[in-house]
């Protein structure tokens, strides 16, 4: 079996974007990657991993420590490095185990899951949309001025009421009114 190359791409990414970011909130990255990259590393392996593996890993960890923007103190820095590092290597054999199901790799990206919706849930949204609609026509004309402008105007109650010469507390009674009268039309089972 022939050992794949290290990716000196990925390798100097890493180090030139460490080094640009010296300090990630109050962590020396720098001075921690010279401390537990090697400890890191052989922490890695351990897991029945490759070394090319295990480095890809190791500056994984660091590249997510970079890009956390929050960190807890320093002096939680070791352990926190090393679950990072561990839960990495979590992530590894899960992607590793999904794999296994699929024949070619190349097609894996055809069982991944998708973000966008399904065609039912589209036209759900849009039955839901067109309820929501006819549930807004028919309320009272003050109440539904108020409502267009507060949620799709997006204007404060005291806008609202310099621009309907009414007072900001009946501007937001009327918009309570509104969302109570929707919530009945559009779900009459939730009336109290």
């Known amino acids: 079996m022939a050992l794949p190359v290290r990716t000196p791409a990925k390798w100097s990414f890493a180090c030139r974007f460490v080094s640009k970011v010296r300090l990630v909130a109050h962590w020396d990255i720098n001075q921690l990657f010279r401390k537990y990259q090697v400890r890191l590393r052989h922490f890695v392996q351990k897991r029945k991993l490759a070394w090319y ?67 039912d849930q589209i036209a759900w949204s849009r039955q839901e949309l067109r309820q929501l609609q006819a549930a ?16 799709l105007e997006g204007k404060t109650y005291v806008e609202i009421g310099e621009k309907l010469g009414i007072p900001p507390q009946t501007a937001f009674s009327r918009m309570v009114r509104a969302l109570t009268l929707l919530r009945d039309e559009t779900r009459p089972g939730e009336k109290n």
């Open 53 to 119: 593996t295990a480095d890809d890993i190791v500056q994984d960890t660091f590249l997510r420590i970079v890009a956390t923007p929050t960190l807890p103190d320093v002096k939680y820095a070791q352990s926190y490095l090393y679950r990072t590092a561990q839960n990495l290597v979590v992530d590894h054999f899960r992607r590793e185990r999904i794999l296994k199901f699929v024949p070619d790799a190349e097609k894996s990206l055809e069982f991944m899951a998708s973000d966008d919706p399904l065609p």
């Open 136 to 151: 807004i026509n028919k309320l009272p004309s003050p109440t539904r001025e108020v409502f267009v402008l507060a949620r």
